[in-house]
């Protein structure tokens, strides 16, 4: 009876310490989780962006944003709030929202024109480009057009606006200088983000559902080119390095971020994205290649020459962040966000790049 009390009795105390062992281990996971969130909230978490502010914003919590902009003229930050149906007007130095400007219902592109002093946004909602005056902060005009406008890219030398109506498989194209829609490109594919390449001269249109991209010539308004982009499939959104040649194109049916070489017409190199990738920039300062996930990440690439690029990380952020703007001058990158660990909000958050250790 001695012997086998004894051998509960040790059994009894290594199963209690089991049970400290793996309390313990619990209590530092769970503190590990709790520092890792706060490190990502601090913006610490990194190795290519740290967060330096966080401010509201006066829409609803809990609803869509879309794309921003910036107008380098004013310094102002340009942002959507799609399901608000708001554009923010932000100064860049002091993160002050100095406007909430409405009626822009289902806001989605957004493209400033600097020698109106006018910003022209994809109204998905009502279906029209709404027209409004920085000067007076409201929308002075809208333009009828076809299925939910999305993204728009503006060709300075042209006064033209080109505005991807996504549904509707075409793209509409506005003079400026009068407001109104001069022809309407039609497609076999939904569309995609469109750029304008100011060294080429030329406007670069995705075709999402064929895995295509197409070259549109202002001058003439003419489609001159279309050319495979596989393996890249989906391509949604697009960034331009016109210096070098290349566009980056964010393949949401299979995450990729794919380089494209304008000259060669074709894709030269793919690399991998997180899930659910949508709105893609590139800074050229650092030449850093920024595409914002939906699964709750920024994935940061480094081109090391036009030929040559490397993922640097999945930076995390917030589920449901889809889009960004980074800022050129200052190489800051800015991020709405409707939910802050699944709690709806509505902020900015403003992160450096960091550049070297």
Not at 104 to 114: A, S
Not at 231 to 247: E, I, S
Not at 278 to 301: H, L, N, Q, T
Request: aromatic letters at 8%; charged letters at 25%; a negative charge.
């Amino acid at each position: 009876m001695v012997h086998d009390r004894s051998t509960m009795k040790r059994t009894f105390h290594i199963a209690s310490l089991l049970l400290l062992v793996a309390l313990v281990a619990a209590a530092g996971f769970a503190a590990l989780q709790t520092h890792a969130r706060k490190s990502r909230h601090a913006g610490n978490s990194g190795t290519t962006l740290r967060q330096i502010a966080s401010f509201d914003l006066p829409g609803p919590p809990g609803k869509r944003f879309d794309y921003l902009t910036i107008d380098y003229d004013d310094g102002y930050l340009l942002s959507a709030h799609l399901g608000a149906g708001l554009l923010f007007v932000i100064d860049l130095k002091t993160n002050k929202v100095l406007h909430a400007i409405p009626d822009v219902p289902g806001v989605e592109g957004v493209e400033y024109v600097p020698e109106l002093k006018r910003v022209y946004t994809s109204d998905w909602y009502e279906n029209k480009i709404g027209v409004i005056d920085l000067r007076q902060m409201k929308v002075v005009a809208k333009i009828p057009t076809e299925d939910k406008p999305d993204g728009s890219a503006y060709a300075a030398p042209f006064h033209k606006l080109y505005v991807s109506d996504e549904r509707g498989k075409a793209e509409a194209i506005v003079d400026v200088e009068h407001d109104r829609i001069i022809k309407t490109l039609h497609f076999k594919s939904e569309t995609g983000m469109p750029q304008y390449d100011p060294v080429a001269k030329r406007i670069y249109l995705n075709l999402q559902d064929l895995d295509t991209f197409a070259v549109i010539d202002p001058a003439t308004d003419a489609v001159i080119a279309e050319y495979p982009v596989k393996p890249c499939k989906g391509n949604h959104g697009m960034a331009l390095d016109p210096a070098h040649h290349r566009a980056f194109l964010s393949c949401e049916d299979n995450n990729l971020m794919a380089v494209f070489d304008l000259d060669k017409h074709q894709v030269i190199t793919t690399l991998p994205l997180a899930d659910g990738p949508d709105v893609i920039k590139f800074d050229p300062g650092p030449k850093r290649i920024y595409d914002a996930c939906y699964s709750g990440a920024i994935s940061v690439f480094q081109q090391d020459d036009p030929d040559h690029y490397r993922k640097l990380e999945d930076f995390p952020v917030q589920h449901k962040v889809h889009s960004l703007a980074v800022d050129e001058r200052t190489h800051r990158v800015y991020t709405p966000e409707q939910e802050e660990d699944s709690r709806p909000v509505a902020k900015m958050i403003v992160y450096e790049a960091i550049t070297s250790k």
